[in-house]
């Protein structure tokens, strides 16, 4: 029956006329950038300059030289935010002061810290900048990576390389074992970016309910291979890994005293520990981000790291309400949307809530008992009876990050308005509603359905911008 199919699926602008706010703090010398700069192959000249090692060049004069390309971008100046507005993939309107030429003489001049505000694609970015002679000039590597063009340094030849047919980020991949040597050790892909310069913060993407494999393979939708992907496109490494259930599924279904803690908690405590031997890796930043049911159990995974290995946390649609409670809102969702008689509703309505009235029955003496209920034994349930996410998430003393669909009817804005009103006191609490995103994060222009999971459609890639950030900015 169509509805059984349904019910398993749950699962500055450089410029002083933009006039960007510049604050002075310590006089800082910026002497005139000495590499040739090649864009494309071809050198071009820059007035840019280096501080502490870092080149800065002008915003206007990247757009300038990038207009035309795969990573064109346009500049404005929005006066009712006070900011700088940048648009990828829109081709630059010049002003008439781009490219005056390279900085000359080799003598240092004064650069005063600079706090200009940018937004990209209508999102506020950080990027260090600083102002020389009344223009703002923007960190390079900071450019590259929020336009993502190529940005590279060919030390024998003292020169900086710009190229805008690759990424800052490309990326590689490499199978890894999760708790190797146990019986229950796990495959997973490490996916490291390669670009840009020094450690690497790093995500465990831990899986939502049911079988999974590293993927989130559901349906034509690969939701954790995309964001692995794309987290990698803004240089943060991830861990993905089959989980527990689907590799050693044997030995689970006749495991009557298995809970969440053998499904999910101790593997992401595993990985965790891997990440802590992996190369390239800053081990202060790794965390985790849990879909749906990861994210519901994110204060049980706090618990479990006893050794703080976890810096923080990030709920993808992770649910504030009991498994049960979701369970029947999401198969009267589901239900309207068939088309059979009233009757037939009623009955399946009928049937999932004696189940449900069954699991709210149980007592510790059904504790190890073999009669499965919803998939489930009766210890599994009755580890989860007295479970309040939402209280255990005031007990995680970590930053959090709080991502959630408007169009998801798995689990809804009511989970993420709950977790959003009892955490509005943690400043370390961060709450993004995507108004037109599924369970998923896949765009849909209408409210969720099954059937979405039917379409091969990849993840929106403002998810992994906004972990970037977070973790940028909790670093």
């Known amino acids: 029956m169509k509805t059984v199919k349904y019910l398993f699926i749950l699962i500055l602008c450089l410029t002083v006329m933009c006039l960007a706010p510049v604050f002075a703090s310590d006089i800082i010398n910026a002497r005139p950038t000495a590499s040739a700069v090649l864009v494309n192959g071809e050198d071009t000249a820059f007035e840019a300059y280096n501080i502490n090692g870092n080149n800065y060049f002008k915003l206007r004069d990247l757009a300038f030289v990038l207009s035309g390309t795969e990573k064109q971008f346009e500049v404005a100046y929005d006066a009712g935010i006070n900011a700088v507005t940048l648009t990828s993939g829109e081709s630059y309107t010049p002003d008439g002061g781009e490219m005056s030429g390279r900085a000359g003489g080799g003598e240092a001049v004064t650069a005063l810290s600079a706090t200009a505000r940018v937004y990209l694609d209508g999102r506020e970015i950080n990027l260090e900048a600083y102002n020389i002679g009344g223009n703002n000039y923007f960190k390079l590597r900071d450019l590259g990576q929020a336009l993502n063009f190529g940005v590279g340094w060919d030390r024998a030849a003292n020169m900086i390389i710009l190229n805008t047919n690759r990424n800052y980020w490309s990326f590689e991949t490499s199978d890894i074992t999760v708790n190797p040597g146990d019986k229950f050790e796990l495959p997973g892909t490490l996916t490291m970016p390669e670009g840009g310069e020094g450690l690497l913060p790093l995500v465990i993407i831990v899986h939502g309910s049911g079988p999974g494999n590293r993927d989130g393979e559901v349906g034509e939708i690969k939701v954790y291979r995309d964001l692995a992907e794309q987290l990698a496109a803004f240089g943060v490494a991830s861990i993905r890994y089959d989980k527990r259930t689907l590799t050693h599924n044997a030995e689970f279904i006749s495991n009557v005293n298995f809970t969440v803690k053998e499904e999910t908690v101790d593997d992401v405590i595993f990985a965790a520990e891997l990440a802590l031997g992996l190369e390239g890796i ?33 709920s993808l649609a992770g649910s504030a309400r009991s498994m049960t409670e979701l369970l029947i809102e999401q198969i009267d969702y589901i239900l309207s949307l068939m088309d059979i008689s009233e009757l037939l509703k009623t009955l399946e309505k009928q049937q999932i809530q004696a189940a449900v009235d069954a699991i709210n029955a149980l007592t510790e003496s059904d504790r190890g008992s073999s009669s499965a209920v919803l998939g489930a034994y009766p210890s599994y349930w009755l580890d989860l009876a007295d479970y309040d996410p939402v209280a ?78 977070f973790i940028k900015n909790n670093s």
């Open 392 to 469: 255990g998430m005031k007990n995680v003393n970590a930053p959090l990050l709080f991502l959630q669909g408007g169009h998801d009817y798995q689990v809804t804005e009511i989970d993420f308005n709950m977790f959003k009103s009892a955490l509005e006191d943690n400043a370390d609490a961060q709450f993004i509603l995507y108004p037109n995103l599924t369970h998923t994060f896949t765009f849909t222009e209408q409210f969720g359905t099954p059937d979405d999971y039917q379409t091969a459609v990849v993840v929106d890639t403002a998810v992994a911008r906004d972990i970037a950030e």
């Open 282 to 314: 800053d081990k202060t930043k790794i965390y985790v981000a849990g879909h749906s049911l990861g994210g519901y159990l994110i204060p049980k995974i706090y618990a479990a790291d006893t050794g703080n290995i976890i810096a923080g946390y990030i």
